[in-house]
T-cell receptor
Framework: EPEVTQTPSHQVTQMGQEVILRCVPISNHLYFYWYRQILGQKVEFLVSFYNNEISEKSEIFDDQFSVERPDGSNFTLKIRSTKLEDSAMYFC????????????????FGPGTRLLVL | DAKTTQPPSMDCAEGRAANLPCNHSTISGNEYVYWYRQIHSQGPQYIIHGLKNNETNEMASLIITEDRKSSTLILPHATLRDTAVYYCIVSLGSGTYKYIFGTGTRLKVLA
């Protein structure tokens, strides 16, 4: 069964450093998402992406964050200058579409990258 | 804020049915109810979704009340591997692009 994959599974970085989290969405999916979950807290939406553009973003997704689909398979989240409070699990998700058919709109999540900022 | 409320925790005996309730009293006519679960800190796993009819798949059944203000996820024969946090999410689907997660129900299946 196709699945979303994420690399690395764990990342430790120093405050102020840049990190890039990578995701390979399910191959025929067109909509991509990043969520994060701080330890012990809710899963929070960060951003959605379609057709090489951000479709929607949350207040958390400030200028320190960016997303990119550098090729036909990868979807990346970059944090330019990490802060201690960026420590969290980051989940990538993808869906076949965003419109019209709830089955196609269902989001499938990857296993996550645990980011620790020291 | 999440548009759903769920009990924070529930226990269920292994082999018995687990019935997880969710209130979504402000749901609008074209919003769907999705259920996901999260085992430990893994990525949320899709279980099932519905609009107004009851739905069943290989994992679970979803019962939605006639007024659509609440729903129940049923795991017919819970196993220890079903121990997880279960999230009920109301999503417009078309065009909203995001899920808003609540705190979910922590289901513990007991041997």
């Amino acid at each position: 069964e196709p699945e979303v994959t994420q690399t690395p599974s764990h990342q430790v970085t120093q405050m102020g450093q840049e990190v890039i989290l990578r995701c390979v969405p399910i191959s025929n999916h067109l909509y991509f998402y990043w969520y994060r979950q701080i330890l012990g807290q809710k899963v929070e939406f960060l951003v959605s992406f379609y057709n090489n553009e951000i479709s929607e973003k949350s207040e958390i997704f400030d200028d320190q964050f960016s997303v990119e689909r550098p090729d036909g398979s990868n979807f990346t989240l970059k944090i330019r200058s990490t802060k201690l409070e960026d420590s969290a699990m980051y989940f990538c998700a993808s869906s076949e579409s965003g419109w019209g058919n709830p089955k196609e709109e269902t989001q499938y999540f990857g296993p996550g990258t645990r980011l620790l900022v020291l | 804020d999440a548009k759903t409320t769920q009990p924070p925790s529930m226990d269920c005996a292994e082999g018995r049915a687990a019935n997880l309730p969710c209130n979504h009293s402000t749901i609008s006519g074209n919003e769907y109810v999705y259920w996901y679960r999260q085992i430990h800190s893994q990525g949320p796993q899709y279980i099932i979704h519905g609009l107004k009819n009851n739905e069943t798949n290989e994992m679970a059944s979803l019962i939605i009340t006639e007024d659509r203000k609440s729903s129940t996820l049923i795991l017919p024969h819970a196993t220890l591997r079903d121990t997880a946090v279960y999230y009920c999410i109301v999503s417009l689907g078309s065009g909203t692009y995001k899920y808003i997660f609540g705190t979910g129900t922590r289901l513990k299946v007991l041997a």
